[in-house]
């Protein structure tokens, strides 16, 4: 596979953790630690997916392709409703943000880079492009998420995007996660 073509498969694949890093950043409650965690978490799950869909290759790709969206949208949907759940009630601990939610945030975000490791990466003739271009996938991963933390620390500037980022944030994954089931 050409650079190109995997930059841009990386690049797709880090969307949704890039969706959901920005819903997060939003968060009052996120610090530092739990943005790295995230990140991390995001960067090692899309680049496991993707290696452990190219090693699987062929044996489940025709059982696996419908489940995965839908799978991630419910879960990233549930993530929603907790967040509008605590964008009502004023609290300061966010369950969004235990590390057990991290890592399920992880995992849903990353379910589609199966798919992509069952049909792009599944040619193992070479173990080490596979590694390079799983690795890719991750790092890819981790920037994004890393830019979306940026950006929002600029957009919790905004009076009303800080005030109702639980809500924001909510709607958004909702959405984002009623999209993929229905993808």
Same mark, same amino acid.
């Given at each position: 596979?050409?650079?190109?073509?995997?930059?841009?498969?990386?690049?797709?694949?880090?969307?949704d953790a890039f969706g959901?890093?920005?819903?997060?950043?939003? !968060?009052?409650?996120?610090?530092? %630690?739990i943005k790295t965690m995230v990140a991390a978490s995001f960067g090692f799950f899309q680049? #496991?997916? %993707?290696?452990?869909?190219?090693?699987?290759?062929?044996?489940?790709?025709?059982?696996?392709?419908s489940v995965p969206s839908i799978i991630g949208g419910a879960v990233i949907c549930i993530v929603g409703l907790m967040m509008l759940k605590e964008g009502r009630e004023e609290k300061e601990e966010c369950y969004v943000l235990k590390p057990a939610m991290i890592l399920v945030l992880g995992v849903s975000v990353s379910i589609d880079a199966l798919v992509v490791g069952f049909t792009a990466f599944n040619n193992i003739s070479s173990t080490g492009s596979i590694m390079f271009?799983? #690795?890719f996938i991750g790092v890819v991963s981790l920037v994004m998420s890393f830019i979306a933390f940026y950006l929002s620390k600029?957009? !919790?500037?905004?009076?009303?995007?800080s005030k109702y980022a639980d809500y924001i944030g909510g709607v958004i994954l909702l959405l984002f996660g009623i999209k993929m089931m229905l993808s």
């Open positions: 596979m050409d650079f190109y073509s995997l930059f841009v498969i990386a690049l797709a694949l880090s969307l959901v890093a920005l819903c997060i950043g939003l !968060n009052k409650g996120s610090t530092g %630690s680049f #496991l997916f %993707s290696l452990v869909g190219a090693l699987a290759g062929f044996m489940f790709t025709t059982y696996i392709t271009d799983t #690795l600029h957009l !919790n500037k905004i009076d009303i995007v």
